[in-house]
């Protein structure tokens, strides 16, 4: 059975802080892995996408590594802001389209 | 673009009642998914469609549920009868094919329905 697990379920830093959110996925064989962003109450918003090809994507403050022979991904967010407060899911799609989503890290920036 | 748009945003109904979810993907993507949201499961895909055509549908709960894609601009989820155990944010999100985003899933705000 294909599995993606985050942890921590649920993570608070200071403001400012560096942090790193887990993905990890049982099976290695990627097509690629997919970073969302869920704010409460609303739908899901694509942050990075690695494709399988790649090792890292970057966009502004956010690192997103893929290291497929482990099977884990990372997302490091710099600088963290309490508007980067939010619930982190990462999703895997292997052969087929599907996309296999963890349950997500719910990230508290405290001011 | 406006991205993925679905209806209704909210939707409150008895049980028995036949529920139909509407989804508009984004213009020029190839795939749409159907995910349900619960606290218990996570995001669970229902089905999926490439080219209007269902691809895989081993997600869907049960008989009751589903799903229709006439044109590559519309989708519908049905639900018919709904039960309480139905209540979940339900998602449609669309996926292009080709170029540097191939592959990236771009999602709805989702439609919350209640069955009481």
Not at chain 1, 96 to 106: A, C, I, P
Request: aromatic letters at 8%; a neutral charge.
């Amino acid at each position: 059975k294909q599995e993606v697990t985050q942890i921590p379920a649920a993570l608070s830093v200071p403001e400012g802080e560096n942090l790193v959110l887990n993905c990890s996925f049982t099976d290695s064989a990627i097509y690629n892995l997919q970073w969302f962003r869920q704010d409460p109450g609303k739908g899901l918003t694509s942050l990075l996408l690695i494709q399988s090809s790649q090792r890292e994507q970057t966009s502004g403050r956010l690192n997103a590594s893929l290291d497929k022979s482990s099977g884990r991904s990372t997302l490091y967010i710099a600088a963290s802001q309490p508007g980067d407060s939010a619930t982190y899911l990462c999703a895997r799609r292997g052969g087929s389209e599907k996309l296999v989503f963890g349950k997500g890290t719910k990230l508290t920036v405290n001011p | 673009d406006a991205g993925v748009i679905q209806s209704p945003r909210h939707e409150v109904t008895e049980m028995g009642q036949e529920v139909t979810l509407r989804c508009k993907p984004i213009s020029g993507h190839n795939s749409l998914f159907w995910y349900r949201q619960t606290m218990m499961r996570g995001l669970e895909l229902l089905i999926y469609f490439n080219n209007n055509v269902p691809i895989d549908d081993s997600g869907m709960p049960e008989d009751r549920f589903s799903a229709k894609m006439p044109n590559a601009s519309f989708s519908t989820l049905k639900i018919q009868p709904s039960e309480p155990r139905d209540s979940a944010v339900y998602f449609c999100a669309s996926s292009p094919r080709g170029g540097i985003n191939t592959g990236e899933l771009f999602f709805g705000e989702g439609s919350r329905l209640t069955v009481l």
